[in-house]
């Protein structure tokens, strides 16, 4: 079993920026891929990016591509999301995710845990 929490969420203004952060509690978290998915009013859960276990691959969807940046950090079993230049439609649920594989994927049904969630709202 894994414990996911994430923190870092908040309000910001437009062109702000952000860093989520997912604490992992439980098996061995080397051993996992995480990523991060969001929910938006209205929407589905979409895909933001994802991390392999070694941290040597990345995927970012490509709404977020140049402006967010996924990385983790083994050693404090943590997982971040950098976000640069908000928009508003970047408003929503964030959510980590991890999946028993080393190797990352970029869709929500291939990902066994999932954390609570932390609010990111974008607003002047």
């Known amino acids: 079993q894994v414990h996911l929490v994430e923190s870092g969420g908040g309000l910001v203004q437009p062109g702000g920026s952000l860093r989520l952060s997912c604490s992992a509690s439980g098996r061995t978290f080397g051993t996992y891929a995480m990523a991060w998915f969001r929910h938006a009013s209205g929407n589905e859960r979409e895909f933001v990016a994802a991390?392999?276990?070694?941290?040597?691959?990345?995927y970012h969807a490509n709404s977020v591509r140049v402006r967010f940046t996924i990385s983790k950090d083994n050693a404090k079993n943590t997982v971040y999301l950098q976000m640069n230049s908000l928009k508003p439609e970047d408003t929503a649920v964030y959510y980590c995710a991890a999946r028993s594989r080393p190797w990352a994927a970029i869709t929500l049904h291939e990902y066994d845990y999932w954390g609570q969630g932390t609010q990111v709202t974008v607003s002047s």
């Open positions: 991390i392999s276990w070694s941290g040597d691959s990345t």
